[in-house]
């Protein structure tokens, strides 16, 4: 009898998993500006100003700074000043202390938000503009 070993595919990258994604893992701690960021996961400790599509903040994570995303999910603490064209959610375990700008917002049991927290008016594009140069 021939032992035929188990051969397991290498998947293909695909748009979505090949996106601009930076991850700050647990006890970690990054300070400055982040650029050219689609996606940032936060485990540590982010005291940064960014401008992404979409930030999620684990429940071990705190991000202190200012924010501009798409999308936001917050599971940690967020302090700052955080403005989202999108959605933001806040989980249960989720804290914010912050000046908040959003357009659409879910708040689970337990979450906290406090603050300057203001609703926007549906996002406008300007024509050719990257996203610090939507319209609220």
């Given at each position: 009898?021939a032992?035929t ?10 748009a979505?998993s090949?996106a601009r ?11 400055g ?8 996961v936060?485990e540590g400790t ?7 599509q979409?930030?999620r903040?684990e429940?071990s994570?705190l991000f202190a700074?200012?924010a501009?995303?798409g999308?936001?999910?917050?599971l940690?603490?967020f302090?700052?000043?955080l403005?989202v064209t999108?959605?933001l959610?806040v989980?249960?375990?989720?804290h914010?202390?912050?000046k908040v700008?959003?357009?659409e917002?879910?708040?689970e ?5 406090s603050?300057d ?11 050719g503009a990257?996203i610090?140069?939507?319209?609220l």
């Amino acid at each position: 009898m021939a032992f035929t070993p188990s051969v397991q595919p290498t998947p293909v990258p695909t748009a979505a998993s090949a996106a601009r994604q930076l991850v700050v893992g647990r006890e970690i701690i990054v300070s400055g500006e982040i650029t050219s960021c689609e996606s940032l996961v936060v485990e540590g400790t982010v005291r940064a100003n960014i401008e992404c599509q979409d930030l999620r903040i684990e429940g071990s994570g705190l991000f202190a700074g200012s924010a501009l995303v798409g999308d936001a999910e917050i599971l940690g603490r967020f302090e700052g000043e955080l403005t989202v064209t999108r959605r933001l959610r806040v989980r249960a375990t989720g804290h914010i202390s912050a000046k908040v700008r959003y357009h659409e917002i879910e708040i689970e049991r337990g979450g906290v938000v406090s603050g300057d927290l203001q609703a926007q008016p549906t996002v406008k594009r300007q024509q050719g503009a990257g996203i610090a140069a939507l319209r609220l």
